[in-house]
T-cell receptor
């Protein structure tokens, strides 16, 4: 079965410091990977995706993610965190086992950026 | 903000009742997916609609049903509500076949359902 894991329930970082939110995946074949962000009482906002090509993917709001096939990881990164980045972050993989464009989500990581 | 809208924003129902949630897709998108997000968890796939037909279903009982209309908007219906149905229900629209195989889904703000 395909899955993603987010090993950290919460990540704390000081404003201005680099941040990393971790994600590992278990997929047969080449994965389609996504990061979404959720602010309180809001839906999910698409940040970035990896389908194929360069292992470093750039997305919205200065975020980027590095795809590492040997480590089956897709960690989300940002060089300098902002207080406004504080939110819930979800990693997801597209389920390729059927005809649906279905996403399988991790359990989420709460990012807290302290001023 | 995406072009996906959902109504209502919040809803309180009693156990055993029925509920209908609505979703309008982003312009140009032909596929709608519904997800359930329980408190403290990631979204779980309920089902997907394409060309007004169910195109795949997650591990949810038949009392969860849906519709897609010719304008690609959609409804999620839940019968015989249970306390565990309390959750945020998210609608997402996408293109089933998109150039470059992008496959990203765009989510609405969700409907918060509370079952008492």
């Amino acid at each position: 079965a395909q899955s993603v894991a987010q090993p950290e329930d919460q990540v704390n970082v000081a404003e201005g410091n680099p941040l990393t939110v971790k994600c590992t995946y278990s997929v047969s074949g080449n994965p389609y990977l996504f990061w979404y962000v959720q602010y309180p009482n809001r839906g999910l906002q698409f940040l970035l995706k990896y389908i194929t090509g360069d292992n470093l993917v750039k997305g919205s709001y200065g975020f980027e993610a590095e795809f590492n096939k040997s480590q089956t990881s897709f960690h989300l990164k940002k060089p300098s965190a902002l207080v406004s980045d504080s939110a819930l972050y979800f990693c997801a993989v597209r389920d390729k086992s059927g005809a649906t464009n279905k996403l399988i989500f991790g359990t989420g990581t709460l990012l807290a950026v302290q001023p | 903000e995406t072009g996906v809208t959902q109504s209502p924003t919040h809803l309180i129902k009693t156990r055993g009742q029925q509920v209908t949630l609505r979703c309008s897709s982003q312009s140009g998108h032909n596929t709608v997916s519904w997800y359930q997000q329980a408190l403290g968890q990631g979204p779980q796939f309920i089902f997907q609609y394409y060309r007004e037909e169910e195109n795949g279903r997650g591990n949810f009982p038949p009392r969860f049903s849906g519709l897609q209309f010719p304008n690609y908007s959609s409804e999620l219906n839940v019968n015989a509500l249970e306390l565990d149905d309390s959750a945020l229900y998210l609608c997402a629209s996408s293109l089933k076949f998109s150039a470059g195989g992008s496959y990203e889904q765009y989510f609405g703000p969700g409907t918060r359902l509370t079952v008492t």
